[in-house]
């Protein structure tokens, strides 16, 4: 498996300090350990010279008032809200000024964002995904990803989680349904 840098990005899914800090509200210690291997993929996305993606889930405090079904305070509390020291994201990742943030407020780094746009613009036609939760978030990215003509490929070996079996799963589903797998050893980019 190789990757062309100039078409390449790594998606950083919501390495947040509500998810990885044990002060978060949705802190998951299998979410705190994927920040050093989520470190190295960059940091080999960087030396090889392909595009560096962070997402943040991002939500308003209304931004669930008056919906018919969909409301993950309802089902998680509230969390990583807009303005919070929860929302930001972790210190450990070193986010530069040519990387590219994109803030969002679902599970998919792709629905309402200018994500697509962004990857088009420049070229990017591969995907090396990492971040958490490995089962939610970067699953339903990864999904959306597939179903634009993205070629999505998780890092298994950098992803958050909150249980192992989530992980597991999570990277069976996407290797059997529309992705591919890697792991920071083998990410190929030449």
Known sequence: MSFDPDRTA?????????????DGSLYAPGSEDAIDPVTDVVAIARE????????RDVHPPEQFEGNHYYDEFD????????GSWEAELVDELDVREEDHVVVKHTYDAFHQTELEGWLDAHGVDDLLICGTLANVCVLHTAGSAGLRDYRPVLVEDALGFIEEDHREYAVDHADWLFGELTTRDELGLE
């Open 10 to 22: 790594v998606v950083v899914v919501d390495m947040q300090n509500g998810f990885c800090h044990p």
């Open 48 to 55: 090889a010279g392909a595009a560096v993606v962070y997402t």
């Open 75 to 82: 089902r998680w509390g509230e969390h990583v809200v807009e």
